[in-house]
């Protein structure tokens, strides 16, 4: 089987680009697109629930455990985040061979 590539000809044409997300160079602006995203999709899955503050987005996503090789991308349709990716893996003895997307 192939290595996973992303389509840009199709991303040109929806007219997203893919980002990397650098959590440690990763300005105010990307971190409140990215709040807001999840903001919106906590509101769709959990309307009964308060927003999450942008303060513990920022905390909850920085604090990876070392253990944990989380890599992030982000969809941007012009200024606006559309979408967003998640891979990780954990660095230990057990389930080496089980990766998460998200």
Do not use: C, Y
Request: no cysteine; charged share 20%; proline share 8%.
């Amino acid at each position: 089987m192939p290595p996973f590539q992303i389509n840009q000809k199709k991303l040109a044409q929806l007219g997203v680009t893919i980002e990397p997300f650098d959590f440690d160079a990763a300005t105010d602006a990307q971190w409140e697109a990215l709040h807001d995203l999840f903001v919106q999709a906590s509101a769709e899955s959990s309307p009964e629930d308060p927003a999450p503050l942008l303060e513990n987005t920022i905390r909850n996503m920085s604090n990876v455990p070392p253990v944990v090789d989380l890599m992030r991308w982000l969809a941007w349709r012009g200024d606006t985040l559309v979408g967003n990716a998640a891979v990780s893996f954990m660095r230990t003895e057990e389930n080496q061979h089980i990766l998460e997307l998200d």
